[in-house]
């Protein structure tokens, strides 16, 4: 089956540590996304790449960073420069920057 | 600044349509509007997407007028399972490159 695939579900922090989220998509597809959702809110991008070695800053790219070294994967490190990452981490991926996004299920993210 | 607002909730009966609108101010001029569906903790999923007057496919219409200032999803006859929330998304251009904005969200409550 050809998807978006995050991991794991559910990500537990302690004050201080780094994290990675993982995204992992077999669609072929060149651009790729990482967006916030805070209870009750809409999405918010983080950041997005169009092409493998390339990425953008979206709004809230303070305290994240991300890699792009291969087509098929995205992955999102939650720095401990972000005072509050709780939230719902979801990854997208489309063919081209203006066609239809393909989500993945998210991670969600907590403080311990 | 990009700004796109949407009605906060709406309330609807089986068997009617219902039309959300997204207002959507500087939107970019070679860009589409997308939208899509959210249930609780899933990834949006993909309903339709235009760039200016109207388009149709199975289960949604997308009206955009000329000026493309907002837009309006129209979803014919809904049932119980088409209570979610809506979002639009548009892209923004300014001088540091393109965003991608999601609407606020708008929550869609099918009654019997």
């Known amino acids: 089956d050809g998807g978006i695939t995050q991991s794991p579900k559910y990500l537990f922090r302690k004050e201080g540590q780094n994290v990675t989220l993982s995204c992992e998509q077999n669609?072929?597809?060149?651009?790729m996304y990482w967006y916030r959702q805070d209870p009750g809110q809409g999405l918010r991008l983080i950041y997005y790449?169009?092409?493998?070695?390339?990425?953008q800053k979206g709004d809230i790219a303070e305290g994240y960073s991300v890699s792009r070294e291969k087509k098929e994967s995205f992955p999102l490190t939650v720095t401990s420069a972000q005072k509050n990452p709780t939230a719902f981490y979801l990854c997208a991926s489309s063919i081209h920057r203006s066609q239809p996004q393909h989500f993945g299920d998210g991670t969600r993210l907590s403080i311990l | 600044l990009a700004k796109t607002t949407q009605p906060i909730s709406m309330d609807s009966y089986e068997g009617q349509e219902v039309n959300i609108t997204c207002s959507h101010n500087n939107i970019a001029t070679n860009d589409y509007i997308t939208w899509y569906q959210q249930f609780p903790s899933q990834g949006p999923r993909f309903i339709i997407q235009?760039?200016?007057t109207k388009v149709t496919n199975e289960v949604a219409s997308l009206f955009i007028p000329a000026d493309r200032k907002s837009s309006t999803l129209s979803l014919p006859r809904v049932s119980l399972s088409d209570t979610a929330v809506y979002y639009c998304?548009?892209?923004?251009?300014?001088?540091?490159?393109?965003?991608?904005?999601f609407g606020p969200g708008t929550r869609l409550s099918v009654l019997p």
């Open positions: 998304l548009v892209v923004f251009r300014d001088n540091y490159g393109q965003n991608f904005v």
């Open positions: 235009g760039y200016k």
């Open positions: 669609l072929n597809h060149d651009a």
């Open positions: 790449s169009q092409i493998v070695n390339d990425f």
